[in-house]
């Protein structure tokens, strides 16, 4: 097993050294080569294939091992006093934004490619969020402006934390109802705030320990154990292990980083995670590629063009629905952030999780994995130009 992963590292470490040096964003090269590699047969590569494709394999190193080190990666570096001045847009995109997404696209695939109630409201919380490991690994690639690029950054931390909220609430969701909508608001409310009520209290402790030590390597590992034990600790829970992180990452990057750390663990610390995120999205394309080449799109073909079309077109007016209301976003960014609402892992490794007894889960596959790949090799290629296009700087 361990042969296995460092085979895929080798792997995915190669095909990110070549789209730098043809200076592509190498999420879509490392989903091209999962693609390849998955549909090629290759004997030496075969049981890493199988072993690589599992569903638990994925769904357990994405969600688990590679998330937490990511978001708490992002969350460490963003920096608290431009999320507050960008609390207004961030809050309307993450919060307003992805429910209006979810409403959307739910509604027109129920109504338009007649899919359930149950798949309708399943796929919109799957589409309801951007990506943060897609967004944060292109949008950084890029040198956007500052206050741009943390919005951006801003909503795809805090939307997908709403958005597994949505999707845990629309895989038991079998009917509509005046008791079933107040249940789920109320299902809402408690995992969003037991999230930010854990994260918050172990990043505030965190901090005060770090106040006490004065050793970089401690500090490294006391961060670790903030990120995987929040995650944890709030799914046992049943909260937001999502939020919990993102949190208690922004409560010790500021707060800690101002009471305790000194400027060489500051320095390493982020070394230390700028190396583990960087190692994690580099395996998790790769490993979204081979997922993809074992999915089933045959006789789906108009249905996933459809969600294509449904997802992109909900996306672009959820965007400037919502930040109708915020006066201080120049009309030129909105299409980037709307085209840039990029799809990735987070969906995949929560479709995967659909029990194999509902009968809908193989086409929410089709349409999940369609979208995601039409995603990272349409528009993660294209958002430079549009950027062009746009003259933003």
Same mark, same amino acid.
């Given at each position: 097993m361990v042969t296995y992963w460092v085979i895929l590292l080798a792997i995915a470490v190669g095909v990110v050294f070549i789209a730098e040096k043809m200076k592509q964003p190498y999420p879509t090269f490392l989903v091209v080569m999962g693609l390849i590699i998955g549909l090629i047969p290759i004997p030496a590569l075969g049981e890493i294939k199988s072993y690589a494709a599992n569903d638990t394999v994925f769904q357990t190193t994405v969600?688990?091992?590679?998330?937490?080190? /990511?978001?708490?990666?992002?969350?460490?570096?963003?920096?608290?006093?431009?999320?507050?001045?960008?609390?207004?847009?961030?809050?309307?995109l993450a919060f307003l934004g992805t429910f209006l997404t979810f409403l959307l696209v739910a509604a027109s695939t129920y109504f338009f490619l007649h899919l359930s109630l149950?798949?309708?409201?399943?796929?919109?919380?799957?589409?309801?969020?951007?990506?943060?490991v897609s967004v944060l690994s292109i949008f950084k690639s890029m040198g956007l402006n500052k206050r741009l690029s943390i919005v951006v950054e801003g909503e795809s931390l805090a939307n997908d934390g709403v958005a597994v909220v949505l999707f845990q609430i629309a895989v038991?969701?079998?009917?509509?109802?005046?008791?079933?909508?107040?249940?789920?608001?109320?299902?809402?409310?408690k995992v969003?705030?037991?999230?930010? /009520?854990?994260g918050g209290v172990f990043g505030l402790l965190a901090s005060r320990i770090t106040s006490k030590i004065d050793h970089y390597l401690?500090?490294?590992?006391?961060?670790?154990?903030?990120f995987y034990g929040t995650f944890q600790l709030a799914e046992h829970f049943?909260?937001?292990?999502?939020?919990?992180?993102?949190?208690?990452?922004?409560?010790?990057?500021?707060?800690?980083?101002?009471?305790?750390?000194?400027?060489?663990?500051?320095?390493?610390?982020?070394?230390?995670w700028e190396t583990i995120a960087f190692l994690s999205n580099a395996l998790i394309f790769l490993l979204v590629g081979l997922e993809v080449s074992r999915i089933d799109f045959l006789d789906k073909g108009w249905l996933i063009v459809g969600s294509i079309l449904i997802v992109l077109l909900a996306r672009f007016l959820a965007v400037y629905i919502s930040l109708a209301f915020d006066k201080s976003i120049p009309t030129s960014w909105k299409p980037i952030i709307s085209w840039g609402g990029l799809k990735g892992s987070l969906s995949i490794a929560l479709v995967l999780?659909?029990?194999p007894e509902f009968e809908g889960k193989n086409l929410l596959l089709a349409m999940t994995f369609s979208n995601v790949v039409f995603s990272l090799l349409v528009q993660g290629t294209t958002l430079k130009k549009l950027v062009s296009f746009l003259n933003v700087k």
């Open positions: 969600i688990f091992i590679f998330l937490s080190a /990511l978001l708490g990666d992002a969350a460490l570096k963003l920096p608290f006093d431009e999320l507050k001045r960008n609390k207004k847009s961030i809050s309307l149950q798949e309708a409201l399943i796929f919109g919380a799957l589409m309801a969020a951007t990506d943060p038991v969701t079998t009917a509509l109802s005046l008791t079933g909508t107040l249940n789920a608001l109320l299902e809402f409310l969003v705030s037991g999230g930010i /009520l854990i401690v500090e490294t590992g006391l961060s670790m154990v903030l049943d909260v937001s292990g999502v939020i919990s992180v993102v949190v208690g990452g922004v409560i010790l990057g500021t707060y800690g980083r101002n009471v305790g750390m000194s400027d060489l663990t500051h320095e390493k610390v982020n070394s230390f999780g659909i029990t």
